[in-house]
Antibody, heavy 120, light 107 residues
């Protein structure tokens, strides 16, 4: 059974770059069976899809965040990563990584999530 | 941009039936999915492809679709079902969209 775990700094300064990593266990990113996604949720608010990456490195980002987002993959470590540049307080959120089923676009399972606060 | 619209809140008494709707123009052409999220926890998929139930999800959870509206129905609501529920779909380009969420209160 695939499990995902987010890791990274919990505090980022405004204008800097947020960086998170998702480690996948119980399955291989290189299998090519799934997309690997990032989703975020500001405190007390709803969910926002950030984007996904395929094992080959191809990506698709939410147009609303595309100019600031980079998702990359390291198949040797079975990890994928998120970078969000020029952050502001509005980027404060719980960030989740999740397995996205291609074609049908549902998410299951999800990581437990990690809170990232943007503050000086 | 494409939007999915949910009621902010739904309240029911234990044992009653809760219905949570989600409206979107692309829903006749795109599947919808439903997630349950309890405080401090990650969302959990409870319905996929409009009406399919993942293994391990109780039978009281069901989904249906009619035109531009999909509905999550919870029959015989239990106290443990109190949570936020989110619908999710995608637009024609594959951009994933979530509804704003519905807080289900069990009275």
């Amino acid at each position: 059974q695939v499990q995902l775990q987010e890791s990274g700094p919990g505090l980022v300064k405004p204008s800097q770059t947020l960086s998170l990593t998702c480690t996948v266990s119980g399955g291989s990113i290189s299998s090519g069976d799934y997309f690997w996604s990032w989703i975020r949720q500001p405190p007390g608010k709803g969910l926002e899809w950030i984007g996904y990456i395929y094992y080959s490195g191809s990506t698709y980002y939410n147009p609303s965040l595309k100019s600031r987002v980079t998702i990359s993959v390291d198949t040797s470590k079975n990890q994928f990563s998120l970078k969000l540049s020029s952050v502001t307080a509005a980027d404060t959120a719980v960030y989740y990584c999740a397995l996205q089923w291609p074609g049908d676009n549902w998410f299951d399972p999800w990581g437990q999530g990690t809170l990232v606060t943007v503050s000086s | 941009s494409y939007e999915l619209t949910q009621p902010p809140s739904v309240s029911v008494s234990p044992g009653q039936t809760a219905r949570i709707t989600c409206s979107g123009d692309a829903l006749p052409k795109q599947y919808a999915y439903w997630y349950q999220q309890k405080p401090g926890q990650a969302p959990v998929l409870v319905i996929y492809k409009d009406s399919e139930r993942p293994s391990g999800i109780p039978e009281r959870f069901s989904g249906s679709s009619s035109g531009t509206t999909v509905t999550l129905t919870i029959s015989g609501v239990q106290a443990e079902d109190e949570a936020d529920y989110y619908c999710q779909s995608a637009d024609s380009s594959g951009t994933v969209v979530f509804g704003g969420g519905t807080k289900l209160t069990v009275l």
